[in-house]
């Protein structure tokens, strides 16, 4: 079964920093795509930051410079490095990744759990 574990959200103050990890656990075939995404109560959840396989990354305008995301494709993980935190970067974060389990299945999006990340004045 594969499942993405998430750690490294908390409770900060603003201008603090926090590492958010995210790791593929079960077989995979391929892993393309990954993303972190932020939702906050009453809002539709929304990308942060995006990573391909070759390294491209997307942020979203609120968190460039001061998030950073990376990934480790032999161990299928992504990290968020976020720094200069702010009250608005307050919310559930979720890893994404698509997904081939094996050579005979269609790619799937998968979902971590959340880990909330909240961020005092």
């Known amino acids: 079964q594969v499942r993405l574990v998430e750690s490294g959200g908390g409770l900060v103050q603003a201008g603090e920093s926090l590492r958010l990890s995210c790791r593929v656990s079960g077989s995979t075939s391929r892993v393309f795509d990954m993303a972190w995404y932020r939702q906050v109560p009453g809002k539709q959840r929304d990308l942060v930051s995006s990573?391909?396989?070759?390294?491209?990354?997307n942020y979203a305008d609120s968190v460039k410079g001061r998030f950073t995301i990376s990934r480790d494709n032999f161990n299928k993980m992504v990290d968020l490095q976020m720094n200069s935190l702010k009250p608005e970067d307050t919310g559930v974060y979720y890893c994404?990744?698509?997904?081939?389990?094996?050579?005979?299945?269609?790619?799937?999006?998968?979902w971590g759990q959340g880990t909330q990340v909240t961020v005092s004045s």
């Open positions: 990573i391909t396989s070759y390294g491209n990354t």
């Open positions: 994404y990744a698509k997904i081939r389990r094996d050579w005979s299945s269609a790619d799937r999006d998968y």
